[in-house]
């Protein structure tokens, strides 16, 4: 059974970056393919953005060109750098092995104005 763990969220001004990672244990994420989504306050859980197997990826497009997945096959580890962050990404974001449905506990983002 795959446990995921994810970390890097914190508090950052609007225009700031954040790095988050999420690792992954009790089997080889290098199979899969992962995900971020994330939930903001009082909102439905969203895509953010996958990576697959060999390495390609997709972003939701409220994220296009500020966010980049990445993925470390040797590190068990998907990582979703966050750059030009606005107040409206805050939320909390989970990793997910879409294929085993397995959900991190999720990590919180805050960015202020």
């Known amino acids: 059974q795959v446990q995921l763990v994810e970390s890097g969220g914190g508090l950052v001004q609007a225009g700031g970056s954040l790095r988050l990672s999420c690792v992954g244990s009790?089997?080889?994420?290098?199979?899969?393919?992962l995900d971020w989504f994330r939930q903001a306050p009082g909102k439905e859980r969203e895509f953010v953005a996958t990576?697959?197997?060999?390495?390609?990826?997709d972003y939701a497009d409220s994220v296009k060109g500020r966010f980049t997945i990445s993925r470390d096959n040797a590190k068990n580890t998907v990582f979703l750098q966050m750059n030009s962050l606005k107040p409206e990404d805050t939320a909390v974001y989970y990793c997910?092995?879409?294929?085993?449905?397995?959900w991190g506990q999720g990590t919180l983002v805050t960015v202020s104005s």
């Open positions: 009790g089997t080889t994420l290098s199979p899969y393919r």
């Open positions: 997910h092995v879409r294929i085993l449905d397995a």
């Open positions: 990576i697959s197997w060999s390495g390609s990826t």
